[in-house]
């Protein structure tokens, strides 16, 4: 490997909310018990370093002393172009289909400001990532959901007679997509995706996609951007994306959006305006121009056959050890979302028992319920994999496996 995947970086004192706040939220993990050192397994951000040419580009802009007003480069937007085209293969993405926002909820709540009238219906699929289920409760508006199928061979899929009955029945207008999909890892077949969309179109429903996973996706799949399936699809689509879960950037904070329908993007532009605070950080725009490099493809490569074996270790050490508990082996991003309804029906434990088992041996894994899992655990595998290793045997000798 020529990048760095294995060092366990220390985190704690250094701002970061996975390891510095077990024990101190009430919706979060709890301390573990004293001998047992945190494995952070649950927000959804990496414990590798970001990428050298991320670090290079922030110090390459920071040697220059004045942080005063300014406007996106060039370089911002061709960087986002080229990564598209050499990623996904998009073809005819111009810099005025390309916006700023500060998160992609933001760009959610704006889309839907714009497309939506208070108390509306919106279709979401379900499990459900609890910002899109957060940000549509706090902004007024109804959530109609439409459950996630596990075929014979326990692939997520989606149930489009139910999305249709929905969508009919509820007079839905908007839906807001995940792809992949968070939380179950779901990488969208091309088929899908037309099947959804020509659904979408029948009735008339603008899409919001939540893309920001897009580029951690495993070997053997590949990322199709629902705008790309049909030119239906590319007009009626407003797509969110950020370098943040891609290159460990969360926090520096820097998303856009590609819009090619003028009408759609510039409602939505002005919606995104009106707080007037919808604006650049000088430095997470030179954060996205280093990673939107040949260095980044390079690393992201490389990265996701890291993640690539630590879900393979993981997922074959739950099946084998873990009696009672369900892995979906993710196709993209790196969570797992783990059912564990029958190992909890067999030992008469509820899941907050069994998050408080794994919190106190300090593997910090997160409430799946929350994601409407009804008996889930939600566990981040981007960490070296040593560190992956010591959670998964924590959890045989202390938890799963102390029953039996």
Request: aromatic fraction near 12%; proline fraction near 6%.
């Given at each position: 490997m020529k990048y760095d995947f294995t060092t366990i970086m220390e985190r704690r004192g250094h701002d970061a909310i996975a390891v510095d706040a077990p024990g101190k939220l009430s919706w979060g993990p709890k301390a573990p018990e004293k001998g047992f050192s945190l494995i952070p397994m649950w927000v959804a951000d990496m414990n590798f370093p970001t990428m050298p040419g991320v670090i290079e580009a922030l110090q390459d802009r920071i040697s220059?002393?004045?942080?005063?007003?300014?406007?996106?480069?060039?370089e911002y937007f061709s960087s986002i172009i080229r990564w598209h085209q050499d990623r996904n293969g998009v073809?005819?993405?111009?810099?005025?289909?390309?916006?700023?926002?500060?998160g992609v909820l933001g760009g959610v709540v704006s889309?839907?400001?714009?497309?939506?009238?208070?108390?509306?219906?919106?279709?979401?699929?379900?499990?459900?990532?609890i910002g899109f289920t957060n940000t549509l409760a706090n902004n007024g508006y109804h959530i109609v959901f439409s459950s996630l199928r596990q075929d014979e061979n326990k692939i997520w899929r989606m149930d489009l007679k139910d999305m249709e009955e929905k969508i009919r029945n509820h007079q839905i207008h908007v839906?807001?997509?995940?792809?992949?999909?968070?939380?179950?890892?779901?990488?969208?077949?091309?088929?899908?995706?037309?099947?959804?969309?020509?659904?979408?179109?029948?009735?008339?429903?603008?899409?919001?996609?939540?893309?920001?996973?897009?580029?951690?996706?495993?070997?053997?799949?590949?990322?199709?951007?629902l705008q790309s399936v049909s030119e239906d699809a590319r007009n009626r689509t407003a797509a969110l994306y950020a370098p943040s879960k891609t290159f460990n950037l969360a926090g520096?904070?820097?998303?856009?959006?590609?819009?090619?329908?003028?009408?759609?993007?510039?409602?939505?532009?002005?919606?995104?305006?009106?707080?007037?605070?919808?604006?650049?950080?000088?430095?997470?725009?030179?954060a996205l121009i280093g990673a939107y490099s040949e260095e980044g493809r390079e690393w992201v490569d490389e990265l996701c056959r890291v993640l690539e074996e630590n879900i393979d270790y993981a997922c074959g050490f739950i099946r084998e050890e873990f009696r009672g508990v369900q892995v979906f082996r993710p196709q993209g991003t790196y969570m797992l979302f783990l059912d564990c309804s029958g190992w909890c029906a067999e030992h008469g434990k509820t899941l907050q028992e069994l998050e408080d088992a794994c919190w106190r041996v300090g593997v910090a894994v997160q409430d799946g319920a929350m994601f409407h899992g009804p008996c889930h655990l939600r566990m981040n595998l981007a960490l070296p994999e040593s560190l992956v290793r010591e959670a998964m045997e924590r959890l045989k000798e202390y938890v799963f496996c102390a029953c039996a």
């Open positions: 220059h002393p004045a942080f005063g007003y300014f406007t996106p480069r060039e073809s005819g993405l111009k810099p005025e289909h390309i916006g700023y926002e500060n889309a839907l400001n714009v497309l939506c009238s208070r108390g509306d219906n919106v279709l979401v699929h379900s499990p459900a990532y839906s807001i997509f995940c792809s992949p999909h968070n939380p179950c890892g779901r990488v969208w077949e091309r088929w899908e995706l037309e099947a959804a969309m020509e659904l979408f179109r029948k009735y008339d429903v603008t899409v919001i996609s939540d893309e920001i996973w897009s580029d951690i996706i495993m070997p053997g799949y590949r990322h199709i951007p520096l904070v820097g998303s856009y959006h590609i819009i090619y329908n003028r009408k759609l993007r510039e409602r939505i532009e002005k919606a995104s305006s009106l707080c007037h605070y919808n604006e650049m950080n000088v430095l997470s725009m030179h």
